[in-house]
């Protein structure tokens, strides 16, 4: 080993030799401290010599001194976080030019919530390197969690013995014949410090590249090779800089080979970056925490939706009239690639495109990734007949062309002659889905597509390679079947495969000590697309011929029913293992359901059987001319429901909706333009007489709705109206004993925000959507009476402070906002603006008594639209959790919002324009019924932490929500009280700063003492 030491002045050059075998080991460049170690070792000699420093950029030659007589090495650094399928293929290009490859893996704060919790790559990257072929032992590995992209690529450097760094991304492909070329530029030409490419970048496939004037400017070049001299660091990642110790300058500023160059000379840099959906996705969100949700005057979200996934060859022009490809430069474009690839990506586009071609990318996109199956918790079956089905398999119970359930499907589709066919669970491909396929073949069914969908990349990218060995006409669609929010919770997994089987004498997976875990790891891909049964079933105009349902034993039922829910047609349904948990309930809803015609049943293996499925004649098929939707609860609730309205009138185009609300609240739908009718209830459902009520009914049935829609989550008394029965489709989120809704769509009853919840619900219909945000429409007439109303009074908007202290029930009562303002108010020279019902006309003014500033009370005095308009000309708004706090985040209004532990997590926040102030305890997620006599996580929030949130709210715009915590030390815990305790988990949902405040005094930096983490996604 060679080891390099300097003090300053000289270079230590350490040499061991293993004496026996008479030659030096490899060479090892690492920093040391200036005390050597002494080696014990009898057959070990050190030699010290003492050479020159050569860490200016003035004494490079020592260095190339001492590799002359042998060739340059490198060292590949690549940092990675789910590098899946592509981090294959860049390895494969390098491994036998590499001296080493040190793959540094691991999310960065920025991108956790597409990581394991534990910060590792969610998509089978680790797996994927640990099996990686190594003969050579070229790979290190190195995991973590990293607070930057720079801190990963430092802690490669640590491990480096090259004499050259080369970085490189995991879908960055290289031409082995441009490898041996720069080695041989770097053996004329040593003085060179550092190479930049520009790239080839791919786009959706290998077929196009995108393009800029941007990429042929230095400073967009692609910073990738560099020399290194032990010590050197990376000071920044965009771009790449590397500096050597004692230097003043960057390897670019010594001797840099750049873009310009490589390119001349052919070399390319195959930059496979925006091929996959999942890819984008991942960047795309990443990008939007890091810098932002707009970039160039463009939405990230809108760019990905209506450009990336929207983009395909046939409408490239219309596309990009509209977005730029490459969001940083409008002038970007696509181009067709006219070059070749490198040979490992020439193999993988031949296997993409044959394995491919029977459905295009238009109708189901399908990007590779790839994982590995694990296990995890346990449960057990005591008292039950479970057999499981591991030892029945290795007895050998398979399914093949042979078999009895072959024959079954020949059978069948000698009759049917399907043409559009499903299967989920395609595992290996090498069972059902070969019979299927296979059976396809011997009808001469050349015209029809078969999708099967798998959620574990790993086996769909073996199923595909098999499928293109095999010369099966199989699309293979990778990704969840049903939506992620359907997934059971490990909880729901427990009392299903182990607290209540069901049934005697069914078979089961997994032995009891690893049940749970092991069905939960099943589908736990958070990386892959989900819904991709309704995409297959949107293709198929959710019309198939054939259905085969074989996925994981914890999600038959729930896959059996979303199957049903959207299915329009007649259709063969296939159930595999109706013996088994997966199935045993379904079959025998099968046998009891009158749309269910039974073809044939057996015992095989864990038991089939075919059915034949006929929708009601009054099915999902009949169109939809008027939608009745039902929110009859409360402001906040109101608005942030009406974020849905757009892509409800969207997906169900000219119908009309009428929407049902209590009375106070109408006005916000009156300037909607997707309602058409409204029709107001009583506030808090505070009817006269059942005759009032009767009424109100025989209004409904004049508007003759097909379909009520109630998005409702919660189940108090306002949230349902009994006695609408008579509509045909009546769809909600949960059933309630004062009503019968025909169809629920299912959430995760764990506790979510409820702005995903409403995302839920749309998917439930068809609809997905990236994010929700509570919505208010405002007329001419509402923006002209705020703007007179303060110049009026002579309110300034930007020193004008909304307060809304007052609230609908008592437990979210707060005493002390003009307190907590008053030295922010007169250090600003703020004025306030009271608003809110005439209820809170006291809590208001005494308040803004406290606060001695000046102002203006205006509770009870404006309708709802007005005080949204008031409120989207202050320069902040202040207050408790209500309907107003909603407002402000719909009008785009600075908000620092107090917030109890009812439903903290839940309602609020959501909006980076939010910075919440909260005493966390740990009777949090009480649902506001409180078994303390006082409501401590509101009435004893320090005022000073409420100031602490104003000054921060005020100081900078915040690309995140913002929760200043009132810290341990600020609780004087006694008995009977709750204990303090951090709310990190109940944001894991939402990306928030958490400021930590053990001091209540104004946040000046001296005085400060906090400590800010990323909240838990």
């Not at 019924?929 to 715009?957: F, M, Q, T």
């Amino acid at each position: 080993n060679t080891m390099l030491l300097w003090d300053g002045r000289f270079d230590y050059e350490v040499r061991l030799h293993d004496v026996r075998a008479g030659v030096g080991r490899a060479e090892l460049s690492a920093s040391c401290a200036t005390e050597l170690p002494q080696r014990k070792e009898p057959h070990i000699k050190m030699e010290l010599s003492v050479a020159p420093n050569p860490l200016e950029p003035d004494r490079i030659a020592p260095l190339e001194r001492r590799s002359q007589g042998r060739r340059p090495r490198f060292s590949f650094v690549m940092i990675v976080l789910n590098g899946m399928p592509l981090i294959e293929y860049s390895l494969r290009s390098i491994y036998d030019f590499a001296h080493e490859i040190i793959v540094v893996e691991g999310a960065v704060k920025n991108c956790l919530d597409a990581a394991n919790p534990d910060g590792s790559s969610r998509d089978g990257t680790v797996e994927f390197l640990r099996s990686f072929p190594d003969p050579q032992r070229k790979i290190r590995l190195v995991q973590g969690l990293w607070p930057e992209k720079c801190q990963m690529q430092n802690k490669a450097l640590e491990y480096v013995t090259g004499d050259y760094v080369w970085l490189i991304d995991s879908d960055e492909v290289y031409k082995p014949q441009d490898l041996e070329t720069l080695r041989d530029l770097f053996v004329k030409d040593p003085t060179i410090t550092q190479v930049n490419f520009i790239p080839d970048n791919f786009w959706k496939g290998l077929d196009y590249i995108f393009v800029s004037p941007l990429f042929f400017q230095s400073d967009y070049h692609y910073r990738r090779l560099f020399k290194y001299v032990p010590g050197a660091v990376f000071t920044t990642h965009r771009p790449p800089t590397l500096m050597w110790p004692g230097s003043s300058q960057t390897t670019e500023q010594m001797h840099l080979f750049d873009g310009f160059q490589t390119r001349k000379m052919g070399i390319l840099l195959y930059h496979y970056s925006y091929v996959f959906e999942h890819q984008v996705a991942q960047k795309n969100s990443y990008y939007a925490r890091q810098w932002g949700d707009r970039v160039n005057g463009v939405d990230r979200q809108e760019w990905f939706d209506r450009c990336y996934r929207a983009w395909t060859p046939h409408n490239r022009q219309q596309i990009e009239a509209q977005y730029p490809v490459w969001i940083n430069d409008r002038n970007s474009r696509t181009e067709l690639f006219s070059g070749t690839h490198p040979p490992v990506m020439e193999e993988f586009r031949l296997r993409l495109r044959r394995a491919t071609s029977s459905v295009s990318q238009d109708e189901i996109s399908c990007p590779p990734v790839e994982a590995s199956r694990e296990s995890g918790l346990a449960g057990s079956a005591s008292g039950r007949k479970v057999k499981v089905a591991c030892d029945f398999e290795r007895a050998g119970a398979t399914v093949g062309t042979e078999s009895q359930f072959a024959a079954e499907i020949r059978k069948l589709f000698a009759r049917i002659r399907p043409r559009k066919i499903i299967e989920t669970g395609t595992y290996l491909g090498r069972g059902t889905t070969t019979i299927i396929a296979r059976a396809l073949e011997e009808q001469g069914i050349s015209d029809a597509v078969f999708c099967t969908i798998e959620v574990n990349p790993r086996h769909w990218s073996q199923a595909k390679e098999y499928f293109v060995a095999a010369g099966l006409k199989v699309h293979a669609v990778l990704g969840l079947s049903i939506p992620r929010s359907m997934l059971p919770s490990p909880d729901q997994i427990q009392k299903q495969t182990v607290s209540d089987l069901g049934g005697q004498d069914i078979f089961v997976d997994h032995r009891p000590g690893e049940r749970v875990g092991a069905y939960y790891r099943e589908t736990d891909f958070p990386d892959v697309p989900d819904n991709r049964l309704y995409e297959c079933l949107k293709a198929f105009r959710f019309c198939p011929d054939f259905v085969l349902l074989d996925s994981a034993g914890h999600i038959g039922a729930i896959e059996f029913d979303y199957l049903l829910d959207h299915l329009q047609g007649p259709c063969h349904i296939a159930l595999d293992d109706i013996d088994h948990i997966k199935h045993h309930r379904n079959f025998l809803r099968m046998q009891s359901d009158p749309r269910f015609e039974i073809v044939t049943a057996s015992k095989e293996k864990f038991g089939f059987c075919i059915a034949r499925f006929t929708p009601q004649p009054a099915g999902r098929s009949d169109p939809i001319r008027r939608i009745l939707w039902l929110r009859t609860d409360s402001i906040g609730d109101a608005l942030l429901s009406a974020s849905m309205l757009p892509h409800i009138h969207r997906r169900f185009g000219d119908a009309r909706i009428t929407v049902v609300c209590q009375q106070h609240i109408a006005e916000l739908y009156e300037s909607c333009p997707h309602v058409e009718d409204i029709l107001p209830v009583p506030i808090e459902h505070r009817w006269e007489s059942d005759a009032q009520y009767q009424e109100f009914l025989g209004k409904v049935r004049a508007c003759n709705p097909d379909l009520l829609l109630n998005s409702t989550w919660a189940t108090h008394g306002l949230a349902d109206l009994p006695g609408l029965e008579f509509i045909p489709r009546r769809i909600a989120l949960r059933q309630v004993r004062n009503a019968a809704y025909t169809q629920i769509i299912r959430t995760d009853p764990v506790p979510m925000p409820e702005l995903h919840r409403h995302r839920d619900f749309l998917r439930g219909l068809g609809i997905e959507v990236h994010s929700l945000l509570p919505t208010v429409w405002l007329t001419d007439q509402d923006t002209q009476f705020a703007e007179q109303l303060l110049k009026q009074h002579g309110l300034h908007p930007e020193r004008t402070l909304a307060l809304f202290a007052g609230t609908r029930t008592p437990h979210r009562q707060y005493e002390y906002y003009g307190q907590a303002i008053r030295s922010v108010c007169a250090e600003n020279r703020l004025s306030l603006l009271a608003l809110g019902g005439a209820n809170d006309l006291g809590v208001n003014q005494r308040n803004m008594i406290a606060s001695g500033a000046g102002g203006l009370n205006l509770s009870g005095r404006c309708t709802l639209r007005q005080t949204a308009a008031l409120l989207r000309r202050c320069r902040l708004a202040i207050g408790a959790e209500t309907g107003l706090a909603h407002l402000a985040c719909a009008v785009g209004t600075p908000n620092v919002i107090l917030l109890g532990g009812g439903h903290f997590g839940r309602f609020m926040p959501y909006s980076p324009l939010t910075t919440i102030a909260a005493l966390p305890l740990d009777c949090y997620g009480c649902d506001w019924s409180c078994r303390y006599k006082r409501i401590h996580c509101v009435r004893d929030l320090n005022p000073g932490i409420l100031e602490n949130a104003v000054r921060e709210a005020l100081s900078c715009d915040s690309k995140e929500i913002r929760v200043c915590v009132q810290g341990p030390s600020l609780w004087a815990h006694h008995p009977g009280q709750p204990q303090w305790q951090g709310c990190q988990p109940w944001l894991k949902s939402q990306p928030a700063r958490i400021i930590t405040w053990n001091d209540a005094a104004p946040p000046e930096a001296q005085r400060r003492v906090a400590s800010e983490v990323p909240a838990d996604r």
